[in-house]
């Protein structure tokens, strides 16, 4: 996928603006993080169920090699085939490659961050294979030619009316005058669509939000059906899968699943979880004939035992940006990549470069949230940090950035000068304020006033009411 | 260099360190030959097969599936036939070739037509068999198999599930077991994996657009389960 993330101010400020965006993303509140919070507090143990689901990534991070080889050896076991890709070229290859090998025209997808991540649509469609996206978020962005802008709900920026819209220009066929109003219709409407494409379908391509070690297996979580649909039916199905999704045996599986899908969607339990082993077997009914799973590096076996291995423990369950002030405004497009929010904000630089991504890891509050409500305790914050320092060492950051921070270190360094200074602004800002009690423009600081009113100090700095309190605090005992 | 080598190459020099030993690899056997528990929530703990029962239930219902509970066998193609004709449904039903489900005495409801096998595109209502009920979540556990066609779970738009109360366990783990048990491997690798494991928690749904759930999304718009309360049927 292209990345726009080096416009994320232009994006973000866009993205502002919007007053369709805007209405979409207030629904995060009573859609995701109330419902989370109620699944969470109806489970005693969930907290204990985190810190193990933490341990089993942990340990499955540290013996990486070793687990990988034991899934490949458990799955070639069951009749399947696993293809290990460094890049995202060599992952489209191979998907481009076992495609032609099916005389394939068309391939169903179930959701998968993978092939937005190497762009996986884009490639088939010029080489003649014609992906159909089959999760219903999904399907509605692939018509608008649109990324996902969240990774559970990928067209969370658009209400029933755009929706509505977007199927009467592509389903031409239909009568033009048809009740859409209802998003029950809308549903309606895309599952009879679909339901010819899942039976035509020649490959059927799935994401994997794991990879079970003990027994060569890949499970999907879904709550639609439209991943199994994808993978039952056609004559091959293909996995797409990087390297973190391993997890040892089929109970760890059991520990993260509890976690998942009530941090994801306050869910007790998703729809479908689905696990899945080889090939059809020769007495099964039905079943796909081949198995292959594509398993993308892309940067993470560099990631492990850096400063930021802690961002391979993310199982995707989207807790961090629905939670995030910073996602909430914005929406998850303006991030300019597949992985938005704060989970994307500590992935994207390291896909795709902080060169190109340095934005991100600065479009946050540092409020803490995305932390505390992290599935897999994942200290995002200070991920962002660690790519805030890197980027200023290797001289990313702006000019003038760099020129306010050693401005800001040679007075930090000296009190006396600093504590005059400070002191003088804060009384002429007051002055100057006292009026409206804030500022709609401000000298130097037109980044925060285009979008916001800088409130006008009150006059003395924190140090100096610091030290005043001391001092009556002194007085009054 | 494979991609392969040149992948696991860089995994361990990012761990600092080569392949491992075989003293360092033997924990990691041992954790894969016999699998530990993690923590289990106490909602499942300590109910006899009756608690279970209501535990699957209501944890089910709140998910929108429907539960009928029967005494018998016999009592199951009554309590299907009911529920088809309440909710308008054809007395139609593909059914998967499973033992259990040929023992039923489908004849005390002639009107009720069978077909065995795995469903046409078509096809209205599904019938399945499950391999075990889960309280805690009240989710069902099917496998695939020259019994039970993995299709027949998201074709049809109606899914009627016969599941024996004596399947019936209280968390993930122990439907694990189960499996584990039922393929006489404690390891659950090869052959001895059935191709496709579904767990299912209630009926199809979609919330991509507004964040408003609706029912039937490419799977079934209805799951209804059929629980068997008699303890001789396992
Ligand atoms: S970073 Fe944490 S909260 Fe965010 S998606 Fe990953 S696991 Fe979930």
């Not at chain 1, 099916?102 to 490639?123: C, D, P, V, Y």
Request: charge should be positive; hydrophobic fraction near 40%; aromatic fraction near 6%.
């Amino acid at each position: 996928m292209l990345t726009t993330s080096p416009a994320f101010k232009d994006n973000a400020h866009r993205a502002l603006g919007d007053p369709v965006l805007q209405r979409a993303l207030a629904l995060l509140k009573t859609g995701f993080h109330e419902r989370r919070q109620r699944a969470v507090d109806r489970l005693p143990e969930f907290d204990a169920l985190r810190d193990a689901a933490k341990a089993i990534k942990d340990h499955t991070l540290a013996h990486l090699d070793w687990y990988l080889e034991r899934f490949e050896v458990n799955c070639r076991a069951a009749g399947g085939q696993v293809h290990w890709c460094r890049t995202p070229e060599e992952a489209r290859q191979t998907v481009l490659a076992l495609c032609r090998r099916f005389n394939a025209r068309t391939a169903t997808k179930g959701k998968t961050m993978i092939a937005e991540e190497i762009g996986l649509n884009e490639f088939l469609e010029e080489n003649g294979v014609e992906p159909v996206e089959t999760d219903l978020g999904e399907y509605i962005i692939q018509l608008r030619h649109e990324a996902p802008s969240h990774i559970i709900a990928p067209a969370i920026h658009l209400t029933r009316t755009e929706v509505a819209e977007t199927f009467r220009a592509a389903h031409t066929d239909l009568d033009p005058a048809r009740p859409l109003d209802e998003p029950r219709a809308l549903v309606a409407e895309a599952r009879a669509r679909l339901r010819q494409r899942f039976l035509d379908a020649d490959v059927g391509i799935t994401g994997a939000n794991f990879l079970i070690a003990e027994t060569g297996s890949s499970v999907i979580v879904t709550n639609e059906g439209n991943g199994d649909l994808t993978q039952l039916l056609p004559k091959a199905h293909i996995v797409l899968a990087s390297l973190e999704k391993v997890v040892p045996t089929a109970e760890d599986l059991a520990v993260i699943l509890r976690v998942l899908a009530r941090s994801a969607t306050g869910q007790d339990m998703s729809v479908y979880t689905t696990v899945s082993t080889g090939p059809k077997r020769p007495s099964d009914l039905d079943g796909p004939g081949e198995y292959h799973v594509v398993l993308l590096d892309n940067g993470r076996s560099e990631l492990l035992g850096s400063e930021f291995q802690e961002i391979l423990r993310c199982i995707r369950c989207g807790a961090c940006m629905n939670n995030c002030p910073v996602y909430g405004a914005i929406g998850g497009h303006a991030y300019g990549w597949v992985y938005p929010g704060p989970m994307g904000a500590v992935l994207t630089p390291a896909l795709i470069g902080i060169e190109h991504a340095g934005h991100l890891p600065n479009a946050s509050t540092f409020c803490g949230k995305c932390e505390s409500v992290c599935t897999m305790h994942i200290p995002l914050p200070k991920l962002m940090r660690h790519w805030r320092e890197r980027e200023y060492e290797r001289k990313l950051s702006p000019r003038t950035m760099r020129a306010g921070l050693k401005l800001w270190a040679f007075l930090a360094k000296r009190p006396a000068l600093y504590h005059a200074l400070t002191g003088f602004a804060a009384k002429l800002l007051a002055a100057l304020g006292r009026r409206h009690g804030s500022f709609y423009n401000l000298p130097l600081a037109g980044g925060w006033t285009a979008t916001r009113e800088m409130p006008a100090p009150q006059g003395k700095t924190f140090r100096e009411q610091w030290r005043e309190r001391q001092h009556n605090a002194g007085t009054a005992r | 260099m494979s991609a392969r080598d040149d992948i696991l190459g860089t995994v361990r020099r990012s761990l600092k360190r080569g392949g491992l030993t075989a003293e360092q690899e033997a924990p990691l056997l041992a954790r894969l030959a016999r699998p530990q528990a993690g923590p289990i929530p106490a909602r499942s703990a300590g109910r006899d097969r009756r608690g279970l029962v209501e535990l699957f239930d209501s944890q089910a219902c709140e998910v929108h599936a429907t539960v009928a509970r029967v005494a018998s066998l016999a009592d199951v193609p009554a309590a299907i036939g009911d529920y088809l004709a309440r909710q308008n449904l054809p007395a139609e039903m593909t059914a998967a070739p499973d033992k259990l489900l040929d023992g039923i005495p489908w004849d005390r409801r002639p009107l009720l037509r069978l077909k065995r096998g795995k469903p046409d595109p078509a096809d209205a209502v599904g019938l399945s068999a499950a391999f075990a009920g889960i309280a805690e979540t009240g989710t069902l556990m099917l496998i695939s198999g020259a019994h039970s066609p993995s299709t027949l779970n998201f074709l049809p738009d109606t899914h009627v599930v016969v599941l024996p109360a004596a399947r019936l366990v209280g968390p993930l783990e122990e439907a694990w077991k189960r499996l584990r048990a039922a393929t006489g491997a404690m390891k659950l690798a090869g052959a001895a994996m059935p191709r496709t494991v579904n767990f299912i928690t209630g009926p199809s749904r979609s919330a991509d657009i507004e964040l408003t759930l609706q029912l039937g999304a490419h799977g079934p718009r209805r799951l209804h389960i059929v629980v068997v309360e008699d303890d001789a049927v396992a």
